[in-house]
């Protein structure tokens, strides 16, 4: 008998990029993954601007597709192109966070990338940048050659494969304001298209509500999170978040009361969640200034409310989670209400044991 043919190795590596007019941001990410990776594809889809010879300057190959107004395939076109054993799929506003340092664990895991057979979906932490915080995802970014994607926006890896977390770090800026002005109303097309041929997708909806959500469009966002409950056959990970940014949204159009009523039918759902705890207790503060007679009743819920932010601590493996609400934002908040109720000893010791940041 002879013997077993020996492991392939290595396995070629590829971080795959769609762009356009990313000139500002394109290098940052290249220069952070290059020295990690075998090869870099980046597929240009209309700039204008220096995005092309940006990257090819990064050491990137650099083919062109007119924007076919579909994320699926624009990515899949990526994909052919690209033909690697593991694809690390990025966009130009992202970067290796540790990326300047050849022994973190970041350069690690994309290293090991070469001696590991392709047989699962990898997923990276992003941690999305905001103006006034950040919040954590999990995503399945890095993925097998053959796997490929489907949906017009907020495209899906479609696969059967086992899915396993890499100590991968990702930030990503494209939520701060001066970049949401470029891309304002880009989004909220594709998703009406998209829902206009899957109207009963749950994930369409919550993915329209927070388009809106981030463009202060409370009450479409409201509208849409509203529909998504309504075509849920399951609830799934990303519920909490959900949960949370409708009572932020509620606070903000003053229907409080009604606030109250989803809190209570989402708590024992959403206990672990010190997001939607943030949440209720910002939606009742808000509430107890609008009625001050209201007050004396509203001000023990609201003090449990971030108690229990506290007790949770921080949870970044929660889908949407905003850094500091199970630490320093929450005992920020807690300690002006226990100054506010003659309890000044006590916010002075929560402020020492949570500074901010």
């Not at 340092?101 to 990898?122: C, H, I, K, M, N």
């Not at 970014?141 to 479609?158: D, F, K, T």
């Not at 997708?201 to 966002?221: I, P, R």
């Amino acid at each position: 008998m002879s013997a077993p043919a020996p492991a392939r190795a290595p396995w070629r590596t590829c971080v795959v990029v769609i762009a356009k007019n990313e000139a500002a941001h394109i290098q940052r990410l290249l220069n952070s993954v290059r020295p990690f990776v075998d090869d870099m594809l980046v597929l240009d889809t209309g700039s204008t601007d220096a995005t092309s010879v940006l990257a090819a300057q990064a050491g990137a190959r650099v083919a062109h597709l007119p924007w076919p107004d579909d994320f699926s395939v624009a990515r899949n076109a990526a994909l052919d192109l690209a033909a690697a054993d593991w694809h690390i799929v990025l966009d130009a506003d992202e970067w290796l966070i540790d990326g300047d340092d050849p022994s973190g664990p970041g350069a690690e895991a994309l290293q090991a990338l070469r001696q590991t057979p392709p047989d699962f979906v990898g997923t990276i932490a992003l941690e999305d940048q905001f103006d006034d915080g950040v919040a954590h995802a999990r995503l399945s970014r890095i993925l097998p050659g053959p796997v490929r994607y489907a949906g017009r926006i907020h495209e899906q890896a479609m696969h059967a494969l086992p899915v396993k977390p890499l100590a991968l770090r990702i930030g990503h800026d494209g939520y701060r304001s001066e970049r949401l002005t470029d891309k304002q109303g880009r989004n909220q097309r594709l998703l009406q298209a998209a829902l206009q041929d899957r109207p009963n997708d749950a994930y369409l909806w919550y993915q329209l509500g927070k388009d809106a959500f981030v463009y202060d469009d409370f009450a479409m966002a409201e509208e849409a999170f509203a529909t998504c409950a309504t075509h849920l056959t399951s609830l799934p990970a990303w519920w909490p978040d959900l949960v949370a940014r409708r009572l932020f949204g509620l606070k903000r159009l003053g229907r409080h009361a009604d606030g109250v009523v989803l809190a209570d039918t989402q708590m024992a759902i959403c206990e672990e969640s010190p997001d939607v705890f943030f949440a209720l207790g910002d939606l009742l503060l808000d509430w107890a200034a609008e009625e001050p007679t209201q007050a004396d009743v509203l001000l023990p819920m609201i003090e449990q409310a971030w108690r229990r932010c506290l007790e949770l601590g921080e949870r970044p493996d929660q889908p949407g989670a905003v850094a500091g609400r199970g630490s320093h934002l929450a005992a920020f908040n807690l300690a002006l209400v226990l100054d506010g109720t003659g309890r000044a000893d006590e916010a002075r010791a929560l402020r020492q044991q949570f500074p901010q940041g």
